[in-house]
């Protein structure tokens, strides 16, 4: 058996051996997600504690907001570790996530509002949007980040 001596492995015995290092807009996104997780996963608690209130506050039904909560939470906790972690079907899926979730953001902001000086603020919302997507589709363009991720057979 050959064994590699130090400081002789050439450098593509260096890329198999080491993992890439996880750069630090992938920790960004991973901490994006996770916070949006929790956020989401509290109002999937808050929708159950405060059922009564909501009910007859709303004029929609509460389990609206439990559900999307729950399915959002879920979602961004898998989705946040799957970034941590690097696995591969991670980029593609948060692609999708993010374009899935602003339309479900703006469905609800447009159609749920109720009140439309609720959404006197939509221009910086919409920019904000617009800023975070083009962000994460950028970042998986990035040759430090399609390696963590192990995509660099494409060159």
Do not use: C
């Amino acid at each position: 058996m050959n064994k590699v001596m130090p400081g002789n492995e050439s450098e593509v015995h260096r890329e198999i051996l080491q993992p890439a290092k996880r750069p630090r807009s992938v920790t960004l996104l991973a901490i994006l997600v996770l916070t949006l997780a929790v956020l989401h996963l509290t109002r999937f608690e808050q929708s159950l504690s405060r059922w009564a209130f909501l009910q007859e506050s709303l004029p929609f039904h509460p389990a609206y907001l439990a559900v999307n909560g729950a399915i959002w939470g879920f979602a961004g906790l898998v989705l946040g570790w799957a970034i941590w972690v690097a696995k591969s079907w991670a980029p593609q899926s948060l692609r999708i996530v993010a374009l899935l979730y602003t339309i479900s953001y703006w469905l609800e902001r447009l159609l749920l509002a109720g009140n439309p000086l609720r959404n006197i603020n939509w221009p910086f919302i919409a920019i904000l949007n617009l800023l975070v997507v083009g962000f994460i589709f950028w970042q998986f363009q990035r040759k430090p980040v399609k390696q963590y991720f192990g995509e660099m057979h494409d060159k």
